[in-house]
């Protein structure tokens, strides 16, 4: 169902203040270049502020631009104390110095995560029901369809393979039977190796979706 009057403005502004109140806490510690060192301030964002801003962003990460930007600007407002950086500084340069993936890139990335473990289920699960009948009008979508519209380049890395699911794995010493036929490597997205059967391609599906980060966002590692 679509409704015309639902948008997460006021989502995005909780979230976003609740990031900034963490961010205030944690300041005291970071007080520029004078507190803690980059790393380990860089570790106390990701631990306990970005999850204020990201918390069940699946559930509504159809927003417009203009709340997007919100989350991207305290993001890097968050960040510039831990560098020590002047208020004018690139914002893309202090994600890269940091280490941090851009709010929109995080976005994408949890989407495909949900969209991942979304088809893992089950054939009969309620959300793997819902995600076949999901649809859009226009530039107005429905939860599930979204996360497929955010995962489409996911689903091209990943298509030809026939999934393991994890409720699928045996019990040793089968699992080791099985593992020896789900290696999964890339150059570009994925190569399956020779020791994958002729007539079938098989990847493990709980570690593919690392291998496919690790690629898409390998300039922020």
């Keep these: 169902m679509l409704d015309k ?70 993001q890097v407002q968050c960040l510039k104390p831990i560098l020590g950086a002047k208020v004018h500084t690139s914002s893309a340069a202090v994600e890269v110095i940091c280490g941090i993936i851009p709010i929109r890139f995080r976005q994408r990335e949890l989407c495909s995560r949900e969209f991942m473990w979304i088809i893992t289920k089950k054939d009969g699960h309620d959300l793997v029901q819902l995600l076949s009948s999901s649809t859009r009008v226009g530039l107005r979508f429905c939860l599930l369809e979204f996360l497929r519209i955010m995962s489409k380049e996911l689903i091209r890395a990943i298509d ?57 966002y390998k300039d922020f590692h």
Excluded: M
């Excluded at 699928?168 to 036929?181: H, K």
């Design 5 to 74: 009057e639902l948008n997460f403005t006021i989502q995005v502004d909780y979230a976003v203040s609740k990031g900034k109140r963490a961010c205030a806490k944690v300041g005291s510690l970071i007080d520029g270049r004078r507190g803690v060192n980059i790393q380990i301030g860089v570790g106390l964002y990701t631990s306990l502020v970005r999850p204020h801003l990201e918390y069940a962003l699946p559930a509504w990460a159809n927003i417009s631009d203009k709340d997007l930007e919100k989350l991207e600007l305290t």
């Design 160 to 216: 030809g393979f026939d999934f393991i699911k994890p409720e699928s794995y045996l019990p040793n010493p089968a699992a080791d039977i099985i593992s020896n036929r789900l290696v999964v490597g890339h150059t570009d997205y994925y190569t399956v190796s020779d020791k994958c059967t002729s007539d079938s391609k098989l990847c493990d599906i709980t570690d593919i979706f690392d291998v496919y980060c690790n690629w898409k």
